[in-house]
Every structure is written in structure tokens, then in C-alpha cells.
């Protein structure tokens, strides 16, 4: 094992490892470690990780626990670790180590420094698959009248795509240099010498392991479908080629296993044969339209980096926003479970945030773990708690009739329905 300077590993517990075939086992006392996160980090951890231990107390009775391992990012790291050490290489170690790691939300240092420490964490770790589950919980309020008719996982390559943070401002000599390099191979008008240049990497790689994981967690899980979404029509080399090798990898992955939308038609008479995948797919622009007026046809969707970012905000705010909106970066070896939210600085140390998108994740963490009962019993206790209008600020001041609870209390009640 490897020796930390200040990481305290729990005397209890095993380490989680992954097989040869990617498989993750998990010990029936694993050790998870956790960021606690900056600003209302702190209180939301606090909620969060008692909820996950009574669940996983009542659906196991004791045969299976969590040994939870402190590490550090944020404001907290440069407390332990010292000036500019925002994200410690020992963070980056012990999550390679231990494999599954949950966090609440970090401030992102401005000016100078690194750019993101999510943004490193996904790198460093490459962790290429964002994952952001989206349902309607009864009782939120929403902008739509049947917000319960969406519910998607939208599975966003992370490393790549206009994302990938290659660009250079416009009038430097990069931008120039560049521009004049373009202008052997193209006549573009829009090629002005005063212009930003930003690249658009998009590979074969980066695109087909993301959709493969995509198709695979619709088959474990018993999903109907996948939908590529892409603006392949205009660009037509990077998101026409991620549609194409969506296509590519599902035939040859999953051959099977799925129906393509052609095949549906033109082999089984647009009757969906049982227990397939339909493998489809839609252009961004009309996918932002489909979300609102036909949202109950989709259901995991696979999307490039820029609109999976996009359109799982779109999603999250159609079933009543962040506060209750999960995530999670996976790699073939790390996973990372976050809150979408930021850390809500205003209300730090207030006991008043919502915990709910935490606690979410770490039923996303538990579904990764194969802990299902635990996960389940999570999700119908939040549920229910949200039904009996015990709820914090954010929910409670647009719920006629509910009543405004703590940050902790809301843990505690819904502690009381698990
Ligand atoms: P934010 O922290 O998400 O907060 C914006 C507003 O969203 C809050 O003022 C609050 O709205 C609402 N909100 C956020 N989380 C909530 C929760 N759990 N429960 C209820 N309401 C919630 O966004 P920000 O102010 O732009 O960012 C603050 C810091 O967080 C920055 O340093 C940013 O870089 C960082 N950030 C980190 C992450 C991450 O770690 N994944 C993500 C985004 C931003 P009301 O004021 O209306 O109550």
C-alpha cells in the first residue's frame, strides 16, 4: 500500500480492485474516499454520508459497510497541504488507489493556477464519461406540465470536443501562425486574420469508448435505447464521425444485443423485438426539442463533450433544476461522484443547502458498487420526503404548503423514510 504524508487510511477495510475484464469487486467493507468540497461542502458531506451509512445499515444489517477516507482539494487542501496545492498529487494517488472516490462541490481558484480542479481531476484520472442521470421527483415544481415523462441518463464524453482547452486569443502569433497555416488549405471567408482559434479534437478512440459504455450500461440496465445526438449535419468530420462510430462500435460491440433505427423498419416492421437496445439518433437542435415535447421516447443518450453540457442542464431544469441533479465521471478504472452545483458560497456553514444532488450521487456510487437495495432505498426515502413537503429553502419556497427544514433535518427525515 501506499505510504500518504497526510492521508489517513481507516484500519477497517479493504481496498476495491477492478479484474481483467474491467470488472470492478467490491470487498463487503470498502474503503471509499471523499472529498468533503469548499463552501456549503462541509454541511452537505455531513447530511450526505449519514444518509448513505443508514441506508446501507438497513439494507445490509451490518454484512456490508462503508470505511470512509478523508482526502483533499480545495480551499481545504491548501489548509493541509499548504499555498497553491489545490489539488495534491496524494488526492490524485489515493483516488488511482482506492478506485471510487464521492465529492462535494469545489471553488474554482480564480486567476492564476490551474483552470478547474474538476476539469484536472477528469484529466489526470481520464475519466471520460460523465454521467448525469435526470427524473422528476413528485412534488418538485417544474416549467413543464408532465415533468415526470423525462427521465434520461446522459452519458458526456469528457476529454475531448471543443473542450479540450486548445485555443489561443486572437492577434497572437499561435493564432496567427495557425490562421496563416488554414489559409494553404482553405478559402474560407470566415477565416479572418483577426480571429480567435479554437480546435475541435474529436476522435475515434475518445468517441467509441464513450458510446460503448453508454450501450453497455442500457443493456445491464434494462434501458429501451440509446440516442447519439450530434450537429453532424453541419459538422459533418467530428460530430457526423462520432455518430458514424457510434453506429460502428454498437454494431461490432454489441451485435446481439441492439436494433438500429433502420433495421427496426426495415427488418422487424417497427416492432421493437424484446429484451434489444434500440440504437438511434437525433440532431442537437431538434434533441433540445424532442427533450420538451416528446421527452418519455429517449432514454440514455450519448452525447459529444459541449452538448452534453448543454443539454443535461436543459434536462435538469425541465424536472426543477440543479438542486436535486446528480453526477458522476467514470473512467475503465477511477469513478468520481459529484454534486452538478457549485459550493453555494453564501450560505456556508448556514445548515440550509439542499443535499439532495450529493446524496443522489452516492446513490450513483452505490449503483456502482452493485449496492442496489441500498441505492434504492435512498431514492424512495428522498422521494417520500419530498412528497411529505419536508424540504429545504430552495424547494420549499416555490412548494405551496411545505415546510422549510435544515440542511441536516432534511437528512434526518429522510433518514426516517429509508
Ligand atoms: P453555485 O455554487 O452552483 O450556486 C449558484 C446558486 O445555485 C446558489 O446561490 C443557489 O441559488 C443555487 N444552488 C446551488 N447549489 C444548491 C443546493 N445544493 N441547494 C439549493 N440551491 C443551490 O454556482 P456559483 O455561485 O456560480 O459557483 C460558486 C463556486 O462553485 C465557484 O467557485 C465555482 O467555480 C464553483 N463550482 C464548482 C462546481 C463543482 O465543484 N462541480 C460546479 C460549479 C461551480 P439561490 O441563491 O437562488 O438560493
Redesign the pocket.
Known amino acids: 500500500m501506499t505510504q500518504y504524508q497526510k492521508v489517513s487510511i481507516p484500519a477497517q477495510g479493504q481496498k476495491i480492485t477492478v479484474d481483467q475484464n474491467g470488472q470492478l469487486l467490491v470487498p463487503s467493507n470498502p474503503i471509499i474516499a471523499f472529498i468533503e468540497g469548499d463552501?456549503?461542502g462541509p454541511d452537505?458531506w455531513r447530511a450526505s454520508k449519514r444518509v448513505l451509512d443508514a441506508a446501507v445499515l438497513k439494507a445490509y444489517g451490518g454484512q456490508r459497510k462503508i470505511s470512509w477516507m478523508e482526502i483533499y482539494a480545495g480551499e481545504k487542501a491548501l489548509s493541509v497541504y499548504g499555498e497553491n496545492e489545490w489539488l495534491p498529487s496524494e488526492t490524485l494517488t489515493a483516488i488511482k488507489e482506492f478506485i471510487v472516490a464521492i465529492k462535494g462541490?469545489?471553488?474554482?481558484p480564480v486567476g492564476g493556477g490551474i483552470r478547474s480542479i474538476?476539469v484536472a481531476l477528469r484529466q489526470e484520472l481520464d475519466l471520460y464519461a460523465c454521467v448525469r442521470p435526470v427524473r422528476w421527483f413528485e412534488g418538485v415544481p417544474a416549467p413543464v406540465k408532465e415533468p415526470g415523462k423525462l427521465d434520461v441518463i446522459i452519458f458526456r464524453e469528457n476529454t475531448e470536443d471543443v473542450y479540450a482547452g486548445i485555443e489561443w486569443a486572437a492577434e497572437t502569433p499561435e493564432a496567427i501562425e495557425v490562421i496563416n497555416f488554414l489559409k494553404t488549405k482553405t478559402k474560407k471567408a470566415a477565416l479572418r486574420t483577426d480571429s480567435a482559434i479554437g480546435i475541435k479534437p474529436v476522435s475515434a478512440f475518445g468517441s467509441k469508448r464513450l458510446i460503448a459504455r453508454a450501450i453497455k450500461f442500457a443493456i445491464e440496465q434494462n434501458k429501451p435505447s440509446v440516442t447519439l445526438v450530434h450537429k453532424g449535419n453541419i459538422m459533418k468530420f467530428t460530430e457526423g464521425a462520432f455518430r458514424t462510430w457510434g453506429y460502428e462500435v454498437a454494431k461490432s460491440l454489441f451485435p446481439d444485443q441492439i436494433v438500429t433505427e433502420e433495421e427496426l423498419y426495415s427488418q422487424y416492421q417497427g416492432q421493437m423485438p424484446a429484451g434489444k437496445v434500440l440504437i438511434k439518433d437525433r440532431i442537437a437542435d431538434a434533441m433540445f426539442q424532442q427533450v420538451l415535447l416528446r421527452p418519455d421516447e429517449y432514454s440514455v443518450l450519448a452525447t459529444m463533450n459541449l452538448n452534453g453540457d448543454y443539454i443535461s442542464d436543459a434536462c435538469a431544469a425541465q424536472v426543477g433544476g440543479?438542486?436535486l441533479a446528480p453526477g458522476a465521471n467514470i473512467g475503465d478504472f477511477a469513478a468520481v461522484f459529484?454534486?452538478?452545483?457549485?459550493?453555494?458560497?453564501?450560505y456556508a456553514n448556514l445548515d440550509k443547502?439542499?443535499p439532495g444532488?450529493v446524496i443522489l450521487s452516492g446513490v450513483m456510487m452505490l449503483e456502482h458498487l452493485g449496492w442496489n437495495e441500498a441505492a434504492q432505498s435512498i431514492t424512495r426515502a428522498l422521494s417520500m420526503t419530498i412528497s411529505q413537503k419536508q424540504v429545504?429553502y430552495?424547494l420549499a419556497r416555490q412548494m405551496e404548503g411545505s415546510t422549510e427544514i435544515a440542511c441536516s433535518s432534511f437528512a434526518d427525515r429522510i433518514i426516517d423514510n429509508i
Open positions: 463552501g456549503t452537505i462541490p469545489l471553488t474554482t474538476n440543479l438542486g459529484e454534486a452538478t452545483h457549485g459550493t453555494a458560497p453564501k443547502i439542499n444532488s429545504t430552495d
